[in-house]
């Protein structure tokens, strides 16, 4: 039989779903990534949503920027069908989210569709996203949403 752990697992699983974010995001933002270092950042944001999902305090939120970073990760990575895949699931948690994760989800959905080739779909989402981004009130969600709508538009 398994021994219970030495250690606090709430606090574990607090810790990890945190910090694997954080590394994925380190990774993603690396101009050069190896191969090695591609399949590192996706167990890492999929561990930081296992962490999550062992939480009692997991939420939609938490759900949606995971899937958010998925979707991102894996536009990054030239996988057009996961990036979609994972901008849908972004989107199924953040319908009853503030504007400011509703507009993410659509940046997450037009970044993927662009990338997908499917500019008319893409545009959808872009519009959808611009609307939400004036009824953020927060300056720096606002402006976080903007840049990320900027850089998507270069997508292709």
Known sequence: MTQPP???VVSAH???AAQCFNQAWQLMESQERSPEEERFMVALNQASIFHWLQREDCNDEALSIGYWQASRIQTLLNNAT???RHAH??????KHLSPFYLGCAHE????AYRFAGDSVTASGHLSEAKRLVVLIEDEEEREQLLTDLKTGERVA
Not at 89 to 94: K, N, P, R, W
Not at 108 to 111: K, P, T, V, W
């Open 6 to 8: 030495k250690f606090d």
């Open 14 to 16: 607090r810790y990890f």
């Open 82 to 84: 996961e990036a979609l």
């Open 89 to 94: 699931i972004c989107l199924s948690y953040s």
């Open 108 to 111: 997450a959905l037009a970044r």
